[in-house]
């Protein structure tokens, strides 16, 4: 491995226990015996760490987004999507588990804002063309029952149990394109 897997390693390690506010880059040159000049050349800002260590988790939900209509049909095309939604959150756990318990990460202004595009995007094909209040918090509580297993549970227990997980997403994604 070298310095810079190193680095991020360590500062997904120390964020996910710390919380991104709780470190400092002083910290994380501590943790892998590296000087701060040693960081600054690998990596410009704590910032720019915390971009490097989300955006595969992010440009992997981008793509799953991307490659479904706004308003998938229901329930095939759905479920597909959901699946593979499930599939990308499951790919990068060990990120998903700190961005879903870390604030500083989700109101970050650049990680926040594409989360929240790729949560609405996702809610938008959830509840399809309704707009009800009811249809956009069983869209939202459909997201959260993915979301939640990844953080709760063992990789087994989801990846062993994904076929109910799903069947109940669907199940209120149901209800959230049947409100009115």
């Known amino acids: 491995m070298n310095r810079r897997d190193e680095l991020l390693h360590a500062a997904l390690r120390l964020f996910a226990e710390k919380g991104f506010d709780g470190v400092s880059v002083a910290d994380l040159v501590g943790e892998v015996g590296m000087s701060k000049a040693a960081f600054g050349y690998h990596?410009?800002?704590?910032?720019?760490?915390l971009i490097e260590l989300v955006d595969p988790l992010l440009?992997?939900?981008?793509r799953v987004v991307a490659a479904?209509?706004?308003y998938p049909g229901f329930p095939n095309q759905l479920e597909l999507m959901?699946?593979?939604?499930l599939d990308a959150l499951l790919e990068h756990r060990d990120i998903v588990v700190w961005v879903d318990g870390d604030k500083a990460v989700?109101?970050?202004?650049?990680v926040g804002k594409r989360l929240r595009a790729t949560n609405q995007a996702m809610r938008h094909a959830i509840r399809g063309n309704r707009r009800s209040s009811v249809g956009r918090?069983?869209?939202?509580s459909a997201l959260g029952m993915?979301?939640?297993?990844?953080r709760n549970l063992t990789d087994v227990d989801v990846e062993k149990q994904k076929a109910a997980l799903l069947d109940a997403v669907?199940?209120?994604?149901?209800?959230?394109?049947?409100?009115?």
């Open 43 to 49: 990596l410009e800002s704590k910032d720019d760490l």
């Open 59 to 62: 440009s992997r939900l981008e």
């Open 68 to 70: 479904y209509p706004r």
């Open 82 to 85: 959901l699946a593979d939604y």
């Open 106 to 110: 989700s109101s970050h202004p650049l």
């Open 137 to 140: 918090v069983l869209a939202a």
């Open 146 to 150: 993915i979301w939640r297993p990844i």
């Open 170 to 180: 669907m199940s209120v994604a149901g209800r959230a394109r049947e409100a009115g």
